[in-house]
Structure formats: C-alpha cells, structure tokens
C-alpha cells in the first residue's frame, strides 16, 4: 500500500542556474521523491510569460506548496514575485470567494550566501531569514495557509569545501518524505526561525 498521503509541489526560481552548486542539486533530489512535483519557473518560463491557469490549476491539486530560491538581496529571485502578482489573485487566494489555497501548508526552502550568525538581530545582516520572509509569512496569512519556518541552507557559497552539501541533502529528501507521508507537525514549526536544526522534533515517526 502507498505511504503517500499528501501532494508536495516545489516551485524553484533559480535565474543563474549554470552557477548553481546548492539549488540545482536540491531541486534534482526533490525530483526523485514520489508524491513531490518540480517545478522549474525559469525553465518553463523564460519570458516571464506565466501560464495563471496552469500555475493555479498546479496549485489547487497539490496540498503542500514550498519556494525554493536562493536569497537575493533578502527577499525572492524576480520570478517568484512575478509569478505571486499573477497567480495570486483576488477571488482565487484571496477576497470574496478566494478560498483555493485555505487550509494548505506553505514554507520557503532558501539558501543564503552568510553563516547562520549573520542573520541575527546582532549580526551583519540584522535579522533572521523568517523575519525577512514575513511578507511571504503573511501572504500565508491572508490565503489562509499553515506557514512553516524556513529551511535554510546558510554559508552556501563554501557549502562544497565545507562538505555540508551530503547532509543537508538528508535533511532536504528526509523533510520532504515526511511531508509527502503527512508526519510533520506544522504546528511545532510557529515560533521557530527555521527548520534546520528541529526535524528530529518537528517529525513523526514512520507510522
């Protein structure tokens, strides 16, 4: 008998993939997991040219929703704000009669270029990764989906000479397997700043 229970679609925006040394090997091992459907936007969209019935048809079968994009200047690659301005609208996500997305998880899988000290309140960057994502937080909020602190890969661009790339594939296929499998606990995740170093809290075991 299948173990899947819920429908997982990635939705990567990555505009330089040639350069890619963390995103490209994430999103290739999220194609291997059965119940996890991936998205590539710059691929399918080069132009900028959004298919909004096929993105929101995308959308309404799939249970789990997460953005998977490098951080760029603290906030998403253009394509996903593109791709949220389009997509998103009045009386589909939000508004009278705009409940397609009401009841469904949302959560962003980013890696950033700092170590995980520089985005604190005291260090160079100020703040956490969560705080700034809060406006995607907060589109979680008005479409009434069930938001779950970020995964985020920090130092990304020694995460080769680190030899970090291995583990946080793990702990990546091991999230998204226990999504697919509905073993997460979304509400463990609502103070957290990120997921990285709680799966082992935030996941139930094999049932």
Known sequence: MSTTHKRVLLLLAHPSQHRSEVNIPLFNAAKAIDGVTAVDLYGEYPTFDIDIECEQQRLIEHDIVIFQFPLYWYSTPAILKEWQDLVLE?????????????????FCAVSAGGKEDAYQAQGYNHFTVRQLLAPLEQTASLTGMHYLAPLVLFGARTVIEDDFMARHIGQWQRLLKALVEDRVNVHLTAKLDCLNHHLDTIIERER
Do not use: I, N, P, S
């Open 90 to 106: 009045y009386g589909f996500a939000y508004g009278t009669d705009g409940t397609a997305l009401k009841g469904k998880t949302f």
